[in-house]
């Protein structure tokens, strides 16, 4: 359930973007759970449908959404994939810049994942 507090200083749309994000975030929204139409959703919190819209339209930007056309709107995830596959990404260009190859970068998670190190 998503509700507004008009005295905050919080714009409306970031209300609803953050609502649906911390949603995904706990669980309580999961992958492949449709989301409501942007329409019924501003006509339920009394907002305009542009607000909404543009909460849905950063929260697809953001890789949490997706908007299958006539079909709605979707829950993806909650970004943890992507930004997983942002911190490899991250991970190889450091290796190379230190002059490491694919192979050795490799070796070294697969030494961690075997021997972890513990504080």
Known sequence: MITL???????PYEQ???Q???QVARGELRPGD???TVRGLAEDLGIA???VARAYRELEQAGAIETRGRSGSFVTGDQVERQAKEAAAAYLARTRALGLG????????QHLVDHPIRP
């Open 5 to 11: 507090d008009a005295a905050s200083p919080v714009p």
């Open 16 to 18: 609803v973007r953050s």
């Open 20 to 22: 649906i994000a911390g």
């Open 34 to 36: 449709r989301l409501p």
């Open 49 to 51: 449908a542009n607000t």
């Open 102 to 109: 694919e192979a050795e970068a490799l070796a070294l998670v």
